[in-house]
Each structure stands twice: as structure tokens, then as C-alpha cells.
């Protein structure tokens, strides 16, 4: 693949220097050709090429083979020119022509191999290839709300497959990279910086044992969090005992293969038919959805039950409780306000250093089915069981 790429490398470094070569030729050539018609022309009675931009008007008609017919050279020497710029106008213009359309030829070469560069922003880096990752890509398009969001895929599915899925996605008009999303110079290519969000799945593609996988997941996101430590990264492990190292990697949201397995077979014992809800709401295609939602200004410091009535009367979803993220506390919020030697001390070491530190305050919290009189923090989030209208894709 490193050859592939040092080949298409060459290809575009020669056409565009190709193209710089021939639009300099031309441009010169016009010029050329407008000094020396309007040196013949000048002098002529009856001329109609008046000064150096007539003659700069009549070139580019001339190469360009419009023909206006309404400049024109009439002496000899101004048709010899004339004709000097007809034959090798033809032969330019075909010149840049065919470089135009090689540069935009190798472009989809390198799209359709994976070596890309991804210029869009806000947009959501899958990395890795599994058996659910194309219910994800469902999840988020034909049945999720982002169809302005561009996604990028990160992963060594054959050309084929690829090619599978954009037809099957195309008015998505999905990005496909290859290569090892492990390694930063990959990442880079997919303008991680810029990226919203990043999902690692757990890449089953290859002959990897359970703990590799993991492991790339973890460094994946350690170089993620290196590179754009803004970017929101879900990731999927196979081992819950790897959890730790993903916590430690300041990763927001951790999803555990079959972690709650054992939970749902003994509700089919306790509760039967529970397990058909929970398949219920978490499916697809069905249009009651839990969902985060933010909570109306008017209502923070106000009661559970309050909120719990307005959502209902006015968005037919029913209130299940509350999710508070995790927040980043500064050291400096929690120096005192009167200047000790020691705070002043803390703050003068913060600036030699030219960082801000920070630590996470607490997880994130989850409260559901709170009591009536809980009371809405500024900081909540509402979870809800809405109806959502079914999108076709």
C-alpha cells in the first residue's frame, strides 16, 4: 500500500507541475501573440485591433476557437501571427484540457483506493470494521438526525465492500480511507482535529487475539485525545477488564460487548417479556427512542414533576430521569479568592509551565425515576421516551 501511495504521490506531483508548465506556455503565448498583432496592426488604415488589449481579447478568442469575428488582423504580418497562434493554440489547449481532466482522474483513483485527504469538519470518524458497524452507520443516518454530517470510515475493507456500501449509502456520500487508524498519520488524513465525534469499533477484520483488539482500541483513542482533545470518542471493547485503560485515556463513552447479557436472560426469568422492550426501544426501526435532551431554561431549579408534566402535554415523551456529564474543574477554581503565598505560589508555577490544569470533577452521573421533588440542575439533561418520525434512506 506504501508503494500505491508513493506512485499516486508521483502521478500528482507530475501533473501539477504539468499543469503549471502549460498555463505559463499559454499565458505567454497569448501575450506573445497580442504584442506582435497589435505591433503589425497599429499602423494599418481600417485596422480594427486598436490597442494591446484589443489584441489580448482577439488571442483568447483565437485559441479558444470562438471566433467573434469582431477583432481580426488584416495585414501580413498580423495573419502570419495569426496563424502561428491558431496551430499552437490547438495543440495548448488540448494540452490543458487533458491535464484538468488527469489531475480530476487521479483524484477519484486515490478516493476510490482510500488515500484521500479529508478536508470537511464537524464530521464523525468511524474507525474500525465489525459486524455491527454498518447498523451504526444505519443508526446514524436512515434512522438517525444526521444527514448534513459527513462520515468518514477508517478501516481495510476490500475495494469491493467499499464500493458496496457507497452505493448503499450514497446520499450520504460516505468517505472511505485505508489504512491502520492506529497510527497518527492516518488520523491526520481524516482531519481528525476537526472531527465531532470518533467511534473506535472493535476491528475484527485480520487475524488479531481478543487483547489486541482492545489494545488498538486504547492506543487509538490515547493518539486521538494527543492529536484533538476536544473530539468526543465512543469506543467498544470486547474485555470489560480493559475498561480502566479507556478511562485512563479520558475516553466519554465506553460500550462493553455483551455486558449486560446476564442481566437481560435473568429479566426473562423475573419479568418475562421484559427483554422484548429493551429489543423494543433500542431497535432501529422502531419510533419510540430514548433521547438526551436539553431541558428548557424556565425549568432549571424547578421540579422533577414539573418537567416531567411539561414534556409530556407538550412532546407526548415521557421523562425517565437525568444524565449529568462529567465536568473539567480547573485548578485555578479551586485556589481562594485572597492571595496566600501559597496560591500565589501554585498560580506563578502554572504559568512557567503554560498549561491549564484541570481534573475531572466527578463521572457522569445518571439519575433515573427520581423522586417529585428532585430538583432540575443547570447542568441536566433531560432523558426522555419520545416518539420519532421513521426517516427513509
Known amino acids: 500500500m506504501s508503494f500505491v501511495k508513493k506512485i499516486l ?4 506531483r507530475y501533473y501539477r507541475e504539468r499543469l503549471v508548465l502549460v498555463s505559463t506556455v499559454t499565458l505567454l503565448v497569448i501575450f506573445l501573440s497580442s504584442m506582435g498583432v497589435y505591433h503589425f496592426e497599429r499602423s494599418r488604415a481600417g485596422a480594427n485591433i486598436y490597442s494591446f488589449w484589443d489584441g489580448i481579447w482577439w488571442a483568447i478568442v483565437t485559441m479558444g476557437t470562438v471566433g467573434y469575428g469582431d477583432k481580426y488582423p488584416i495585414s501580413v504580418g498580423g495573419r502570419i501571427v495569426g496563424l502561428l497562434l491558431i496551430f499552437s493554440g490547438v495543440g495548448l489547449m488540448s494540452l490543458f484540457t487533458a491535464t484538468i481532466a488527469s489531475m480530476f482522474v487521479e483524484k477519484r483513483i ?6 484521500d485527504t479529508i478536508k470537511d469538519r464537524d464530521h464523525i470518524v468511524v474507525c474500525g470494521w465489525n459486524q455491527h458497524t454498518e447498523e451504526v452507520l444505519l443508526g446514524l443516518t436512515a434512522y438517525g438526525s444526521l444527514e448534513d454530517t459527513r462520515i468518514v470510515l477508517i478501516n481495510e475493507l476490500s475495494v469491493d465492500d467499499i464500493d458496496a456500501l457507497k452505493i448503499k449509502y450514497a446520499k450520504y456520500d460516505l468517505k472511505f480511507l485505508r489504512g491502520d487508524y492506529v497510527h497518527e498519520d492516518v488520523l491526520l488524513r481524516a482531519n481528525i482535529g476537526r472531527a465531532r465525534f470518533a467511534l473506535i469499533m472493535a476491528d475484527l477484520l485480520g487475524e ?8 488498538r482500541t486504547t492506543l487509538t483513542a490515547l493518539a486521538i485525545k494527543s492529536i484533538a482533545p476536544q473530539v468526543k470518542i465512543i469506543a467498544e471493547l470486547l474485555d470489560h477488564e480493559n475498561k480502566p485503560h479507556l478511562k485512563r485515556a479520558n475516553v466519554d463513552e465506553i460500550i462493553i460487548r455483551g455486558e ?4 437481560l436472560l435473568a429479566s426473562a426469568v423475573n419479568s418475562p417479556g421484559l427483554p422484548r422492550v429493551f429489543s423494543s426501544v433500542l431497535s432501529l426501526g422502531d419510533t419510540n427512542k430514548l433521547k438526551r435532551c436539553e431541558i428548557p431554561r424556565q425549568f432549571v431549579g424547578r421540579t422533577f414533576r414539573e418537567l416531567s408534566a411539561h414534556f409530556r402535554d407538550k412532546h407526548q415523551a415521557i421523562l425517565i430521569g437525568f444524565l449529568r456529564e462529567k465536568q473539567k474543574v480547573r485548578v485555578e477554581d ?3 479568592d485572597n492571595s496566600s503565598a501559597i496560591d ?34 443547570a447542568s441536566d439533561y433531560a432523558v426522555v421516551l419520545s416518539r420519532s418520525s421513521r426517516k427513509k434512506g
Not at 486515490?110 to 488515500?115: A, D, H, I
Not at 488479531?208 to 489494545?215: F, H, S
Open 334 to 336: 479551586i485556589l481562594s
Open 344 to 377: 500565589n505560589f501554585i498560580r506563578e508555577k502554572m504559568k512557567e509551565a503554560k498549561r491549564d490544569f484541570f481534573y475531572e470533577s466527578e463521572e457522569s452521573r445518571v439519575v433515573i425515576n427520581p423522586d417529585d421533588g428532585y430538583i432540575v440542575g
Open 9 to 12: 504521490r508521483v502521478i500528482r
Open 208 to 215: 488479531r487475539a481478543g487483547e489486541r483488539i482492545d489494545e
Open 110 to 115: 486515490r478516493e476510490g483506493r482510500g488515500l
Open 260 to 263: 449486560h447479557v446476564g442481566a
